[in-house]
């Protein structure tokens, strides 16, 4: 395996757009006592985990995230995992604890790089869509009737119904399904109803 370390997160965002897609083993040391301090540090630790994972899947959505800890909390287990890390591992772990979940994290690789392909080909689609267009999506994806998404933009239903025309026929959709599966891969869901 070829390793490119780096001593910090900021070293890490400044190359991570010239990284070939693979994992990133990210290592924590906690230091700890029997102390109340050492509790509310490991809620922070565990809150800076989260907020790592977030911040590499943001600039490379396809790698895959391990978190290593010499405080492995069940709390901040949880919290990187909620954030998209595929394992969480105590140093010191052992050669085959690590060789394992790098197997998986690699063997995992492939299929997580082309969904984000298929992530940036259906963002770079929405372009074609004005922002009417993505305010009646979101009403569609929503659930929302004509009627609920015409009044919600003080529009006309027919000019929704023209809108929905226009967002099927620019993003190749023959159905609603389609629409919805499409939206889901491209964070539409995420964005809220109040979006629309």
Known sequence: MEAHPFAS???????AGYLPAGCVLLAYRTHSDDSGQAKREATDMARD???TVQSVLERRPEMSVIIMDTEASVRAAVQAL????????????????????????????????????RV??????TTQLTPR?????????????????AERLKIGVRTVE??????????QMDNLAALIRFALLTGILDQGLDAA
Do not use: C
């Not at 995992?108 to 392909?117: F, K, N, S």
């Open 9 to 15: 997160m900021s070293d890490f965002a400044d190359a």
């Open 49 to 51: 985990i989260q907020s």
């Open 82 to 117: 909620r954030a998209g890390a595929i394992d969480f591992l105590h140093i010191p772990a052992s050669t085959a604890e690590l060789r394992d979940v790098l197997d998986h994290a690699f063997a995992v690789l492939p299929a997580r790089i082309v969904r984000q392909q």
């Open 120 to 125: 940036g080909q259906a963002t770079a689609m």
């Open 133 to 149: 267009e993505q305010e009646v999506l979101r009403g569609v994806v929503a659930g929302l009737t004509n009627r609920a998404i």
């Open 162 to 171: 023209m809108h929905r025309g226009n967002i099927m026929h620019k993003l």
